[in-house]
């Protein structure tokens, strides 16, 4: 199993709105793509930023070419309307993990 993790500390004064947006566009988005069987998304605890919160949203994937082509095919289109909607709002970064059995 692949993970693919997306870390996004987002500015408070749009942290609600951000999160609403998330869960009923964004993500929904991800997974239309038919590359991920399911994701998780977390509010980090601990440590506390200064500057807003930190989320955690992590897709699950079967096989490295499923991720492989949501990479190729899905990504760089979706982070663009991330961008755009959120210009100077927030920091991402990504991870992919596999899981040790």
Known sequence: MISYNVSVTIDSEIETQWVEWMKHSHIPDVMATGCF???NFYKLLTPEEEEGSTFIIQYKAMHMADYERYRDQFSAGL????NEKYKNKFVAFRTLMIEVL
């Open 79 to 82: 982070q663009q309307q991330t």
């Open 37 to 39: 069987t399911s994701y």
